[in-house]
């Protein structure tokens, strides 16, 4: 199972919004509606931002959101942060196993 | 509140094993599943596997088959993943996550693997 293609980078000034995609395949992305997001600080463990697809867990900011189209996933940002510098994955369910993407850094200029 | 509190750093030479202790404390340790997920360094995450704790049950990742044994032990609520065969390669931080449906809804702090000879 080969990871989920990210942009290594996005970036964008305060207050901007922005959009990190992720592609996968028929077999991944194209079929499973539970995708899922995740936010890495640096030293930091994953945390949890968007499950099932779209929904936010109790804490996160409304300023996430995901959508999907085909074999392709994306999570936006709106009104961005500095707090939103991070790594950012997406991850696939796949029949019982997962297949994390390739990360993408968020930088805020 | 759910946590998943990892053993301490690990300094293993190639060819030996590793085992890294999860302990989950906060909820019913047989409802959820849990996963193991590692990072080496600079690199992203990669899912290794997961395990029922109610029956022990597991799955591997393919690049993980024969070298990852994930077991657990429900009088104290903690699960195990031991990886044979070390490599340099093997060199990371191992999380253990609890499964949410199709999701990881909480995490342990990570348990640095080196490998050196």
């Known amino acids: 199972q080969s990871a989920l293609t990210q942009p290594a980078s996005v970036s964008g000034s305060p207050g901007q919004s922005i959009t990190i995609s992720c592609t996968g395949t028929s077999s991944d992305v194209g079929t499973y509606n539970v995708l899922s997001w995740y936010q890495q600080h640096p030293g930091k463990a994953p945390k949890l931002m968007i499950y099932?697809?779209?929904k936010r867990p109790s804490g996160v900011s409304n300023r996430f959101s995901a959508s999907k189209s085909g074999n392709t996933t994306s999570l936006s940002i709106s009104g961005l942060q500095a707090a939103d510098e991070a790594d950012y994955y997406c991850?696939?369910?796949?029949?019982?196993?997962?297949?994390f993407g390739t990360g993408t850094k968020v930088t805020v200029l | 509140q759910v946590q998943l509190v990892q053993s301490g750093a690990e300094v293993k030479k190639p060819g030996a094993s590793v085992k890294v202790s999860c302990k989950a404390s906060?909820?019913?340790?047989?409802?959820?599943?849990l996963h193991w997920v590692r990072q080496a360094p600079g690199q992203g995450l990669e899912w290794m596997g997961i395990i029922n704790p109610r029956g022990g049950t597991t799955t591997y990742a393919q690049n993980f088959q024969g070298r990852l044994t994930l077991t657990r032990d429900t009088s104290t609520s903690t699960v195990y993943m031991e990886l044979s065969s070390l490599r340099s390669e093997d060199m990371a931080v191992y999380y253990c996550?609890?499964?949410?449906?199709?999701?990881?809804?909480?995490w342990g702090q990570g348990t640095l693997v080196t490998v050196s000879s």
């Open positions: 906060g909820y019913t340790f047989t409802s959820y599943y």
């Open positions: 996550a609890r499964g949410g449906s199709y999701h990881f809804d909480n």
């Open positions: 099932e697809g779209t």
């Open positions: 991850c696939s369910y796949v029949g019982n196993t997962r297949v």
